[in-house]
DNA sequence: CTCTAAATGCAACTAACTTGCAATTGCAAT
DNA sequence: ATTGCAATTGCAAGTTAGTTGCATTTAGAG
């Protein structure tokens, strides 16, 4: 790490978009840089709200379609939310190869994979750095037959703010 | 437990929807009836197929929507799916009182709770009687300052058959 | 600076619900 | 068994959230 030089949070990702030989375009940076801004999800509608309609929606949910694929953004969806939520993947320089183009394609290996919690009252959304434990995940396997390739956990509650 | 009486399965989940004062119509009793046919999730579009246009899709919707406010299902979705899924809630009997109105709406505690998995080939969804450990649990709750009123886990992968 | 495949803006379109309202019906009270 | 009526249903219309075709613009390789 020299000293010095301004670190760029966003170079990681922009790094990774060009390796994916995705165009680095001012939309793209636009959208990442609300990513970068907190550690928070955005859905297609709340990214277009937020941005002012400097951009039409399609662009937005393009944007979001290509840093998912490229492997900057993972997907996941609530109960009792209608809209699809995405959020920035940590150190995206380790995870997996870029997979189907379009939103809504299946989700492939799990990068920096993280599960999350949602106040019921206020929905804030807090990221959780627990996953399902491998002896859970073996008994499931033992009792099914089945082998597992992917599981999705999230949970609701109160937060301490609405507590 | 009488003998020579036979046991219909549908009548704990009649009782229940007489206990929330909903009526017990031809439309709920087929809805219903899908789900008893099998341990397997549906979702709105799925069951409207399935019943054959014998009635309208919004009689399917209110349907779902009065036995899942009247604790009979429960609501839950998936990464890449579009779809709400609804699953048949076992020992109804036990189950929590009777929550919000309209589908969408929030899901309040979680009776007789269970998870699935589901074939990522085949489809085929198999029940599984685990759930999310105490401990991990509490580790949550104490990572987020939330307090837990709810959770969601489901598995994909592939089944015995299709390995 | 040029060239071209990729990305964008706009409009039209689809999928998945969701709701208003008039006709019908479950079921409680005769 | 018949009646009365609020709850439920069918139909049509409306909404939300996402998706796509196409003409124009642009990133970035050469
Ligand atoms: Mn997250
Ligand atoms: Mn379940
Ligand atoms: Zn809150
Ligand atoms: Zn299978």
Redesign the interface.
């Known amino acids: 790490m020299k000293r010095g030089e301004p670190v760029d949070p966003a170079a990681p990702y922009l790094d990774r978009l060009r390796k994916a030989k995705v165009k680095v375009t001012a939309n793209r940076q636009r959208v990442l840089g609300r990513f970068l801004e907190g550690d928070k999800p955005w859905t297609l509608q709340s990214l277009h709200r937020s941005l002012g309609r400097e951009f039409d929606l399609s662009s937005v949910y393009r944007a979001l379609s290509a840093l998912r694929t490229s492997g900057l953004l993972e997907?996941?969806?609530?109960?009792?939310?209608?809209e699809?939520f995405f959020s920035l993947i940590k150190h995206p320089e380790k995870s997996a190869a870029p997979g189907a183009r379009g939103l809504?394609?299946?989700?492939r290996a799990h990068p920096h994979h993280h599960h999350h919690?949602v106040?019921?009252d206020c929905g804030l959304v807090?990221h959780?750095?627990?996953c399902?434990?491998a002896g859970?995940m073996g008994?499931?396997?033992d009792?099914?037959?089945?082998?597992?390739?992917?599981?999705?956990?999230?949970?609701?509650?109160?937060?301490?703010n609405c507590?």
């Open positions: 997907e996941f969806r609530l109960p009792g939310e209608k699809t809504g394609a299946k989700t919690i106040c019921r807090s959780l750095d627990i399902v434990p859970l008994k499931v396997e009792a099914s037959g089945f082998r597992i390739t992917e599981h999705h956990l999230e949970f609701k509650g109160v937060c301490g507590k």
